[in-house]
């Protein structure tokens, strides 16, 4: 049986295999699953579905190569008990933004065109401002992350539709009372589980 695939010496890039060993794969199993047209009805979708970024929407073919789980700004420490909670302080803004945009223009510079972003709880005034000085394009999150490590005012949510509500609103009016939207949802719980919360 012959698949069409030649593996010769640097002949394939990972991304190409990946693909064309999933299309391989897909081919083999999706009449046994049943699951018809799928490639056509995803390739005619992603041709006019655009991501939300930090920048303004995009069209998914125009992606390019994507950091699928990065962390621009990232505050790990437990979460402090005043309202305010603020994970860089006022005195490191700008070096932070600074270093944040170097780190992202290195990563440019060796073919990354896009960066998602899993902070649910992230500074938009500080990610707009390092988004409108790189080419990287940057998809925000909304969602929830482990209950010790968030925010106060969001970890103190306790109804199931408030942390719905929020989620909507955040990928189709803004977030943090901006029009910059959402691109992605996260959720992760707590040593590798979800819990009720």
Known sequence: MKFGMTFSKNTYTRRTFINKGSLL???IAMPRLGVPSVFESTSKTN???FVPTLT???SCNKLGTTLMHEHILWFGGPRLEDAGYTPI??????????????????????????????TPFRPVDL???????TTVTIVASTGFYRRAK???????IEDEKQMEELMLKEITEGMDNTKIKAG?????????SLSDW
């Open 25 to 27: 794969f897909a081919s």
């Open 89 to 118: 302080p006022d005195d490191l803004k700008s070096e932070t933004v600074d270093f944040a945009v170097s780190l992202l223009n290195d990563a440019a510079r060796v073919g990354i065109d896009t960066v998602v972003d899993l």
């Open 150 to 156: 968030i925010p106060k005012r969001l970890a103190e």
């Open 47 to 49: 041709k006019n579905t």
């Open 184 to 192: 992605i949802i996260k959720v992760a719980g707590e040593g590798g």
């Open 127 to 133: 990610y707009k401002r390092i988004a409108e000085r």
């Open 56 to 58: 303004g929407e995009i």
